[in-house]
């Protein structure tokens, strides 16, 4: 249930790939900005972006070339989301991300998509665009995913296609 009140505000509040505010309202404007989340001093995640413009007011700020590095204790497998453009929701740690967005994780698999978004409350990647996940062995293509980075369980949503073969196979 919550996922898909999480995919309605998403949709309803989709940001202009040009700007999300008037650029006269911008309080600060930083560049090379680095941003660590932490938890009882162990580092959940950090962005790491080349401008930042920040609106008090809506506690949000819109950030370009992104690139958000996420933690994983237990395992040591960090993983890496990257994308042109993007909105940070400091009250709920929410990013939204469009252009380019690209995951990868240090154990092989990439998705790539137009849209995503993160959601710190729940630890889960999520589009509803076209995505692209490739991993050794296997392309796959669909139409909206969930990917949970504590579980690392991933969902796909609709229209699924996959490509299933064997990497160390020698063609004739």
Do not use: C
Request: hydrophobic residues 35%; glycine residues 6%; without cysteine.
């Amino acid at each position: 249930a919550l996922t898909v009140v999480i995919f309605r505000g998403l949709d309803a509040s989709r940001p202009n790939e040009e700007t999300t505010e008037s650029p006269a309202r911008v309080d600060v404007a930083l560049k090379k900005v680095r941003y660590t989340e932490t938890s009882d001093g162990i580092r959940k995640w950090t962005l790491v972006a080349d401008g930042v413009e920040y609106w008090r007011e809506s506690e949000t700020s819109r950030l370009d070339n992104i690139e958000i590095t996420f933690y994983r204790q237990e395992s040591g497998n960090d993983v890496l989301l990257t994308a042109r453009k993007g909105k940070f929701h400091l009250d709920s740690r929410e990013v939204e991300l469009w252009g380019d967005v690209e995951l990868q994780t240090e154990d092989g698999m990439t998705f790539r998509s137009e849209r995503a978004f993160y959601s710190d409350e729940n630890s889960q990647i999520s589009s509803q665009e076209e995505v692209h996940l490739a991993s050794e062995g296997m392309d796959i293509d669909a139409v909206g995913m969930r990917y949970n980075l504590e579980t690392r369980r991933l969902n796909l949503l609709s229209r699924v296609e996959a490509e299933i073969f064997d990497a160390g196979a020698v063609e004739n």
